[in-house]
């Protein structure tokens, strides 16, 4: 009997999510250059800003294995949950680190000005400040989802034809 030969293409969920990730980070530089005025290529590889990568690619991912497999099968509910949870921590967890990170840096500039108003007080200031822009606002959120979901629906319909 013959060996069917290996099949070495790389998983079509995973180029959709990762495909929605780098598009979401390019998007990036658009919505700084619209918003500000200056166009910053950093942008594309930064945390938080307009839309979320971490929600296009999950919602990528969920909405290619619905597409593909149906609403009702353990994979799109796995990917769902995944995805939710995902969504949750940006625009929650990781965006109210940002904002005490933020916190942080003003009460530390708050410390150098007293710092030399009392020489007898000992203050070293760190060389870098914390990193404030973490996670993502509600809207960058859904932006980044929808991004995704369109980006995984024509994913699977692609892969159909």
Excluded: C
Aim: hydrophobic share 40%; aromatic share 6%.
């Amino acid at each position: 009997m013959k060996q069917p030969k290996p099949d070495y293409r790389m998983n079509r969920g995973i180029l959709t999510a990762i495909g929605a990730i780098g598009i979401a980070q390019g998007l990036k530089i658009l919505t700084h250059k619209k918003v500000t005025g200056k166009w910053e290529v950093k942008k594309a590889i930064s945390t938080g800003g307009m839309p979320s990568s971490h929600s296009a690619g999950v919602s990528a991912l969920a909405s290619y294995v619905a597409a593909n497999k149906g609403f009702r099968h353990t994979e799109t509910a796995l990917a769902v949950t995944f995805g939710i949870i995902v969504m949750y921590d940006a625009q929650g967890i990781r965006r109210h680190t940002g904002e005490i990170a933020q916190l942080v840096n003003d009460l530390e500039d708050q410390f150098s000005k007293i710092s030399g108003e009392f020489p007898s007080y000992e203050f070293v200031e760190r060389d870098k400040e914390l990193k404030e822009l973490l996670g993502h606002q509600p809207v960058e959120v859904v932006a980044g989802a929808l991004l995704g979901t369109l980006l995984g629906i024509g994913s699977a319909k692609l892969e159909g034809k």
